[in-house]
């Protein structure tokens, strides 16, 4: 049985996704295309997928809805494509529930890099020769469970989180009063260095906040540090 990851490439332009299927299945990926919302979906129902790479411009669904839609109903990383001019767009795909997004034109090398970092992201990294990894954390009634990947509200509730803002709330968790740049943020989460422009820590800090704050415009949880980042200001409690 072929147990590479399975990548669901959502793109209209035939050139683009022959493109990336190509390259993707030569790095010992399993691809399938789709070229619009409603074939995406027949394809999600036929099969298993690891992993959705989403163009923003779509007929008939456009990425956006799309991307909140699959966001919504189930826990695929989404990687999306954008116009290099759409930065907004940008913004507003990481807020919906995007786990990373690539500006075209791309480089196949840079969206195959971006992918293997964000399917890391998503297993729950078990080094049985590295160092012991606490498994379960607590704070302010919230616990954080790491081989399952769930967090859970001071009430038992489930927190709906996506991959990045799981492994970015782990991030600060393990490492309660420290101040954590964002470039160290996004090295740490995602194995990578900002862009110019890099604003994905910014928006997923937003993203929990808002699930975990009272207030999310005046933080107590995770807090900004002017000039430094953030720091997570709640005491852990670590098993």
Do not use: W
């Not at 991307?67 to 990687?79: A, E, F, G, H, K």
């Not at 709330?169 to 740049?181: N, Y």
Request: proline fraction near 5%; hydrophobic fraction near 40%.
């Amino acid at each position: 049985m072929n147990t590479s990851p399975h990548i669901l490439v959502v793109e209209d332009d035939r050139e683009i996704s022959a493109l990336v299927a190509r390259y993707l299945r030569v790095n010992d990926f399993r691809v399938s295309v789709a070229g619009d919302g409603r074939e995406m979906n027949r394809r999600l129902a036929d099969g298993h997928y690891d992993l959705v790479i989403l163009d923003l411009m779509l007929p008939g669904e456009d990425g956006l809805a799309i991307c909140r839609r699959l966001r919504r109903d189930t826990r695929l990383p989404i990687v999306m494509l954008t116009a290099k001019s759409d930065e907004l767009d940008r913004v507003v795909g990481l807020e919906t529930g995007a786990d990373d997004y690539l500006t075209k034109p791309f480089s196949p090398r840079e969206l195959l890099a971006r992918i293997r970092a964000v399917l890391r992201r998503c297993r729950a990294d078990a080094d049985p020769q590295g160092p012991a990894r606490a498994q379960n954390h607590a704070f302010l009634g919230f616990h954080l469970d790491v081989a399952a990947r769930r967090l859970t509200d001071p009430g038992g509730a489930l927190v709906t989180l996506t991959a990045a803002e799981f492994d970015l709330l782990l991030v600060l968790v393990e490492r309660p009063g420290r101040v954590l740049s964002r470039d160290s943020l996004l090295d740490l989460t995602q194995g990578r260095a900002p862009g110019p422009y890099e604003r994905s820590v910014d928006i997923l800090i937003s993203r929990i906040r808002r699930k975990l704050e009272g207030d999310p415009h005046h933080p107590e949880i995770i807090r900004t540090v002017r000039s430094g980042g953030y720091l997570f200001a709640a005491e852990v409690e670590s098993t």
